[in-house]
């Protein structure tokens, strides 16, 4: 089955700093990627997905990721982040023609002033 | 876009209770959906998939019997946690597949507390 890493449990970073969420998957088969961000006792919100196409993916909240196959790698990348986008990240991966959705353990950002 | 629906947001009950919560597509069909538990400040573990008509797929170290699901129709799936007790409390979040429009959709979750 498919997994995923989320390499920082923590990130902590000041306001308009740029910023980095890291993201490793592992799967034997082609995959879709995913990072969503919850907000206290909220549910999942999708910030973007990669599919097919363009390895650069940009989403909403000014968020984007690169897809690397060869690093299996997925990370999340904001240029400059403002307090509201403190909140919890999660990279998830699920296998082409398979609905199963595997999440990563999370990110913790907190924008500091 | 595809919204779901997820009632209640909270419910406490009492230790040996069951406890329904309700998960609706509101605007798209939804073939199959899932539910996620979450413990605090942890991940969402799949616990089951599940698909219009038929029995739900559970996870492995799931209790089938213990949390009972229901997806009688393309809007609606339920998941009934049965006999509950205080460690079954938690955050349940499901989430909608739309076969037409390959994504996700999530709830907004169910915060649980069995006292």
């Known amino acids: 089955a498919q997994s995923v890493t989320q390499l920082d449990s923590q990130v902590p970073v000041f306001e308009e700093a740029p910023v980095e969420l890291r993201c490793n998957y592992s799967s034997s088969v082609s995959v879709y990627l995913f990072w969503y961000v919850q907000y206290p006792n909220q549910g999942l919100q999708l910030l973007l997905k990669y599919l097919s196409g363009s390895t650069l993916v940009k989403g909403i909240n000014g968020f984007e990721a690169e897809f690397n196959k060869s690093q299996t790698s997925f990370h999340l990348r904001k240029p400059s982040v403002h307090i509201s986008d403190t909140a919890e990240y999660f990279c998830?991966?699920?296998?082409?023609?398979?609905?199963?959705?595997?999440f990563g353990a999370g990110t913790r950002l907190t924008v500091k002033p | 876009g595809a919204v779901v629906s997820q009632h209640p947001s909270w419910v406490i009950c009492k230790s040996g209770t069951s406890v329904k919560i309700e998960c609706r597509s509101l605007?798209?069909?939804?073939?199959?959906m899932f539910w996620y538990r979450q413990f605090p400040k942890q991940s969402l573990m799949l616990m089951a998939t599940?698909?219009?008509?038929?029995?739900?797929?559970?996870e492995q170290g799931v209790e089938k019997d213990k949390f009972l699901i229901n997806h009688a129709s393309l809007t609606l799936s339920t998941l009934t946690v049965t006999s509950a007790h205080p460690e079954d409390s938690s955050f349940y979040i499901c989430s909608a597949s739309n076969s037409g429009n390959y994504g996700y959709t999530f709830g907004s979750g169910t915060r649980l507390t069995v006292v």
């Open positions: 605007d798209f069909q939804a073939t199959t």
């Open positions: 599940s698909n219009e008509g038929s029995k739900a797929t559970y």
């Open positions: 998830a991966v699920s296998r082409k023609n398979n609905n199963d959705m595997r």
